[in-house]
């Protein structure tokens, strides 16, 4: 399943989420509106697959004009014969201004944990739930001289979490990454990577293999190229790397998740137009397939 927003521009009143499905083995379906609130602007849907099955849906609904504006609305959908029967939406906060990006994952003491981040303050923070969801308690805010946003999060050992950051075009053009003993109770002060961002998302997986997948756009100006690297040192570098797309154009907003089989599937934003799916394997990235 794939989650995205899409209307006549960013923000405007008609923006929906749109969602499909992709069966094995058969093209994507065709795409559907998953979410849609009269007169507002919806955006950066997250999908986490649920252990029992079914899955959830978090996303923001903008009530105010600009990303500021927005609150965070989650959504579960259980699978029954055959379909996905989804059911009444919660709201993750009244706080407006809240933001989701990035997949959550479910830690190694079962609890999930989500990133999230303030869009008025620039500032990360993170979330863990002990009722798959239904309830949640949050950390502090993270703070960083560049300001930071959307983190995308893996747990390298149990209770061992490492985060990298996307920081603002203006400042350095680097991804900056923190870590966490704790469960994401509390981070180490972010630091900055040598690892360049033009001030857009990017998404990591950590892989069966132990390995840590990073996508993201490989270049401090310019979404492109969008770039597929891997590290084995706790993402303080991604030596072996390969790039999905590197013309002319935006390539951006890349989500990554790995298969039963092995295969990485990435989805991305191309060129503002459509949304993209692709599969890669470990194997390719390190360039020995």
Same mark, same amino acid.
């Given at each position: 399943?794939?989650?995205?927003?899409?209307?006549?521009?960013?923000?405007?009143?008609?923006?929906?989420?749109?969602?499909?499905?992709?069966?094995?083995?058969?093209?994507?379906?065709?795409?559907?509106?998953?979410?849609?609130?009269?007169?507002?602007?919806?955006?950066?849907?997250?999908?986490?697959?649920?252990?029992?099955?079914?899955?959830?849906?978090?996303?923001?609904?903008?009530?105010?004009?600009?990303?500021?504006?927005?609150?965070?609305?989650?959504?579960?959908?259980?699978?029954?014969?055959?379909?996905?029967?989804?059911?009444?939406?919660?709201?993750?906060?009244?706080?407006?201004?809240?933001?989701?990006?990035?997949?959550?994952?479910?830690?190694?003491?079962?609890?999930?944990?989500?990133?999230?981040?303030?869009?008025?303050?620039?500032?990360?923070?993170?979330?863990? $739930?002990?009722?798959?969801?239904?309830?949640?308690?949050?950390?502090?805010?993270?703070?960083?001289?560049?300001?930071?946003?959307?983190?995308?999060?893996?747990?390298?050992?149990?209770?061992?979490?490492?985060?990298?950051?996307?920081?603002?075009?203006?400042?350095?053009?680097?991804?900056?990454?923190?870590?966490?003993?704790?469960?994401?109770?509390?981070?180490?002060?972010?630091?900055?990577?040598?690892?360049?961002?033009?001030? $857009?998302?990017?998404?990591?997986?950590?892989?069966? $293999?132990?390995?840590?997948?990073?996508?993201?756009?490989?270049?401090?100006?310019?979404?492109?190229?969008?770039?597929?690297?891997?590290?084995?040192?706790?993402?303080?570098?991604?030596?072996?790397?390969?790039?999905?797309?590197?013309?002319?154009?935006?390539?951006?907003?890349?989500?990554?998740?790995?298969?039963?089989?092995?295969?990485?599937?990435?989805?991305?934003?191309?060129?503002?137009?459509?949304?993209?799916?692709?599969?890669?394997?470990?194997?390719?990235?390190?360039?020995?397939?």
């Amino acid at each position: 399943m794939a989650a995205w927003y899409a209307g006549s521009a960013e923000g405007d009143p008609d923006v929906a989420i749109y969602g499909a499905y992709c069966r094995p083995g058969r093209d994507w379906g065709p795409p559907f509106v998953l979410e849609k609130t009269p007169g507002c602007s919806e955006g950066n849907p997250v999908l986490h697959p649920r252990p029992h099955g079914g899955v959830t849906l978090c996303w923001v609904t903008m009530y105010e004009r600009g990303w500021s504006g927005c609150r965070i609305r989650i959504r579960d959908a259980e699978s029954r014969g055959g379909e996905r029967l989804w059911g009444a939406d919660r709201v993750f906060s009244d706080e407006l201004g809240l933001m989701t990006r990035n997949k959550p994952i479910v830690m190694s003491n079962g609890e999930l944990l989500l990133p999230l981040y303030d869009e008025r303050a620039w500032r990360s923070f993170f979330a863990w $739930s002990a009722d798959g969801g239904r309830t949640w308690e949050c950390g502090a805010l993270l703070p960083s001289e560049p300001g930071n946003i959307q983190p995308t999060v893996v747990e390298a050992a149990p209770g061992r979490l490492l985060a990298l950051f996307r920081t603002g075009a203006r400042q350095d053009g680097t991804l900056w990454r923190s870590a966490s003993d704790d469960y994401g109770r509390t981070w180490s002060p972010l630091e900055a990577t040598d690892i360049p961002n033009p001030n $857009s998302g990017a998404d990591m997986v950590r892989l069966s $293999s132990g390995t840590v997948l990073l996508v993201y756009n490989d270049a401090p100006r310019g979404r492109t190229p969008l770039t597929v690297a891997v590290s084995t040192d706790e993402c303080r570098s991604f030596a072996s790397k390969r790039n999905l797309e590197d013309a002319a154009g935006e390539y951006s907003y890349p989500a990554a998740i790995q298969g039963r089989d092995g295969a990485v599937h990435v989805t991305y934003t191309y060129r503002r137009e459509t949304i993209k799916h692709v599969t890669v394997r470990e194997d390719w990235v390190r360039g020995v397939s």
